[in-house]
């Protein structure tokens, strides 16, 4: 079973749809978790931090279930300019520390 | 300011050879990790290093290694290149020892073994 889990998609969606993605993650020891945004061919880029106590950013809403080791990104009023991959991102610092990238979830935004 | 920064952006290598990869934090980021990107992959961990010091090491064999100067700045090394060390390698900075921090990414250095 891989550490960090994501649908690879691709999520097909018009403008103005809201989408959801989730993330699971193995080691019940992590302790801090991300949303990177990553265009083709480009460096990830920081979207958003996830809380236990869920947060928002303008369209985007990050939550994390840390009983059920999941956390999702829900975007709403889907933009073209939202088409990118999705990257989930849990940090662990337990024996040393590490990060763990999930593969990506792909979204296309169609007009 | 500038952001992270990394040298070369291409490289064309043949498997056997040794590479030596760079990158330079953004100023007053005192952590930097390296990560390989493999197409269709999200980014895999290799190496943290916070004040000079390794902090944590992914799953990659003894071939990768790296360093922090006092600088802050990095280098990845790989010796005895193989095919599928072909990659993006991408170096990552974050103000403090990046427990919670956010990474900020360089714009990678494309590896191409033949």
């Known amino acids: 079973r891989k550490e960090v889990e994501q649908d690879p998609g691709p999520f097909n969606v018009p403008e103005g749809a809201t989408v959801a993605f989730n993330c699971t993650y193995s080691?019940?020891?992590?302790?801090?978790f991300f949303w990177y945004r990553q265009d083709c061919r480009k460096e990830p880029k920081l979207l958003m931090s996830?809380?236990?106590s869920g947060n928002e950013d303008g369209r985007f809403t990050a939550q994390l279930n840390r009983a059920s080791q999941y956390i999702s990104l829900l975007i709403r009023d889907s933009k073209l300019s939202d088409s990118a991959t999705y990257l989930c991102?849990?940090?662990?610092?337990?024996?040393?520390?590490?990060?763990?990238f999930g593969a990506g979830t792909r979204l296309f935004v169609k007009a | 300011d500038a952001g992270v920064t990394q040298s070369p952006t291409h490289l064309i290598k043949t498997r056997g050879q040794h590479v030596t990869l760079r990158c330079s934090p953004i100023s007053g980021h005192k952590s930097v990790s390296w990560y390989q990107q493999v197409l269709g992959q999200g980014p895999q961990f290799i190496f943290q290093y916070y004040e000079k010091e390794e902090r944590g090491r992914g799953n990659f064999p003894d071939r990768f290694s790296a360093r922090q100067f006092p600088n802050y700045s990095s280098e990845l090394n790989v010796n005895a290149l193989l095919l599928g060390d072909s990659a993006l390698y991408l170096c990552?900075?974050?103000?403090?020892?990046?427990?919670?921090?956010?990474?900020?990414f360089g714009p990678g250095t494309r590896l191409l073994v033949l």
């Open positions: 990552a900075s974050s103000p403090v020892e990046q427990y919670q921090e956010t990474q900020y």
């Open positions: 991102v849990v940090n662990t610092h337990t024996g040393g520390f590490k990060t763990i």
């Open positions: 080691n019940s020891a992590s302790q801090s």
């Open positions: 996830v809380y236990s």
